[in-house]
T-cell receptor, first 114, second 109 residues
Framework: NAGVMQNPRHLVRRRGQEARLRCSPM?????VYWYRQLPEEGLKFMVY????????ESGMPKERFSAEFPKEGPSILRIQQVVRGDSAAYFC????????????FGSGTRLTVV | GQSLEQPSEVTAVEGAIVQINCTYQ??????LSWYQQHDGGAPTFLSY????GLEETGRFSSFLSRSDSYGYLLLQELQMKDSASYFC??????????FGSGTKLNVKP
């Protein structure tokens, strides 16, 4: 039973390019959460998705960031026109329906904008 | 909104006991969770308290007092491998987690 899979592990983008981060939840999990972690800080909630639905995107920056979780395939976090400040670790977590005590994080994608 | 306070750094020796405190202010509270994160790694789930009291899992215990908006993580028989950052997190609506800034634990021989 594979855990939460994220790829790529490391991603380097030049300013102005697009970054696409992928997350495949654990088998049987239909809820996906994205978090961002800046160096020496805690994780900050970005968005919560279920299949084909965005449930809560209150933590997403208003511009350049978008997320989806299609019926088939992984969840995608997309960052357009990246800037240096987007450099961070992006973690995805999944949970089965109804669970509220904790979830499993993927290994994260470390985005570096140069 | 949510705010969580925890010490930024703690140092202890192998074999000792250490307690990492967490106080929080939140609207919408379902529980307090603790995560461990090694440098460059992913956060890993340690414990969850929804009700007041102590939960014990091996060398790690976690405590919650909802009336005091306070919890702590207790690590016993410290080992070098316990050197990591420890985050408390409030569980809010929609199973969202609000994380503190983390406590870096340094375990020395």
């Amino acid at each position: 039973n594979a855990g939460v899979m994220q790829n790529p592990r490391h991603l380097v983008r030049r300013r102005g390019q697009e970054a696409r981060l992928r997350c495949s939840p654990m088998k049987g999990h239909s809820h996906v959460y994205w978090y961002r972690q800046l160096p020496e800080e805690g994780l900050k909630f970005m968005v919560y998705l279920q299949k084909e639905n965005i449930i809560d995107e209150s933590g997403m920056p208003k511009e350049r960031f978008s997320a989806e979780f299609p019926k088939e395939g992984p969840s995608i976090l997309r960052i357009q026109q990246v800037v240096r400040g987007d450099s961070a670790a992006y973690f995805c977590a999944s949970s089965p329906r109804g669970q509220n005590y904790g979830y499993t994080f993927g290994s994260g994608t470390r985005l570096t904008v140069v | 909104g949510q705010s969580l306070e925890q010490p930024s750094e703690v140092t202890a020796v192998e074999g000792a006991i250490v307690q990492i405190n967490c106080t929080y202010q939140t609207s919408g509270f379902y529980g307090l969770s603790w995560y461990q994160q090694h440098d460059g790694g992913a956060p890993t789930f340690l414990s969850y308290n929804a009700l007041d009291g102590l939960e014990e899992t091996g060398r790690f215990s976690s405590f919650l007092s909802r009336s005091d908006s306070y919890g702590y993580l207790l690590l016993q028989e410290l080992q070098m491998k316990d050197s990591a950052s420890y985050f408390c997190a409030v569980v809010g609506n929609f199973n969202k987690f609000y994380f503190g800034s983390g406590t870096k634990l340094n375990v020395k021989p």
